[in-house]
């Protein structure tokens, strides 16, 4: 899909201003081998005025990076099952506060960790159940399991079950998994980021009756449009595949998921809406811009304008932020001044933050570090695509702030 580039003046931007992105990354990260390529889209008031692909989606086979090339979103396909999520509870299936262990029976038992090593662990009852609302706010008491994670009693298990996996086994299989296993936490006195969006892929089929990936096929991404996002990448479009990269010992760039045999070239069974899809600038911007537009997008509706102010309001409670109340051994986002709503991050202190912005932008990143945030005060969208591991490497949200708020001159 093309995307037509507006006159940045047009929407009060300024052309030169936004150049310096180009010229950042190019000195600061491509010159010196530090990533493979990068693509920035901003967009103002409905129109992209900014689409800067630069470097290379492969550098052992010389391919250039394109308008339309292809990348893992991981941790960036979370807004969308929260998006999915919640548009059945616009059709009622659901309350926020509804117990989970209503639609995951297996649930309805789970104890927190007092102590001890997998498989004699010493538990409690919870202080209250988990909701559904904790699987969007990522307050469930869940965890990841995942290589990079500090390893708490809890998450080593999580490794040893493989409960999380980004293309092996199935969501049930996960679900079944974590019925075995305690919580980290009583549900809502702690922030820990973990599977839990991936629990909320798995509801989706439960209430919806169909496979997570075929609901969000029919009523995400064929009604807006994103002809490219999905579970996998066909054949068909494989040429479009950027490579995947992390650094070695010596800080240099290395190969890390060659995009001519990588796993996304084959249907996953594990359809994880917590990071198991690839897609373009061209469809997340569509997905962006139906959330800035209230739920709608060239005549489609996925969700009411109300649904989305409550999904970007900080829900920790007493307004805190993450920095309060966050255990998290890894996330997609600094914690100082920031809140977290449902399914996404908020801006709730831009000087406690140190970041220029606005107050209510809303936002999320994925492990190869990209990145968007929506800000609607200033009307603006920004998407940020590189396929670098981890995504701590570098503040390539940060840096982008300071180069793009800047451009705004009206």
Known sequence: MSIKVTNPEEVGLSSERLARIENHLQNRYLVPKKIAGALTLVARYGEVAYLSPV??????????????????????????????LMMLYEHGHFQLGDQVYKYIPEWRNLEVYVSGEYPDFVTKPPERDMTIRDLLMHTSGLAYGRSEEVGTPVSTAYGKLKVFHLREGTLKEMVQKVAKLPLEFSPGTKWNYSISTDVCGYLVEVLSGMSFDEYLKKYIFEPLGMVDTGFHVP??????FAANYNRDANKKLQLGDDSATSTYLTPPTFFSGGGGLVSTA???YRFCQMLMNGGELDGVRLLGPE??????????????????????????????????????????????????????????????STIFWI??????????LTQMMPSNTFNFRGQLKSLIYPAIID
């Open 55 to 84: 470097g290379m989606m492969d550098v052992a086979r010389e391919k250039p990076m394109t308008a339309d090339t292809i990348f893992r979103i991981y941790s960036m396909s979370k807004p969308i099952t929260a998006v999915a």
């Open 235 to 240: 054949p068909e479009k494989a040429d479009r």
């Open 282 to 284: 061209a469809d997340y």
């Open 307 to 368: 649904t989305i102010d409550y999904m970007t309001m900080n829900h920790l409670p007493g307004n805190q932020d993450l920095t309060d109340l966050s255990i998290s051994a890894f996330t997609e986002t600094a914690t100082e001044g920031v809140g977290f709503g449902l399914g996404f991050a908020v801006m709730i202190d831009l000087v406690k933050s140190q970041q220029i912005g606005s107050l209510g932008e809303y936002y999320w990143g994925g492990a190869a």
């Open 375 to 384: 800000d609607p005060a200033q009307d603006l969208i920004v998407i940020f």
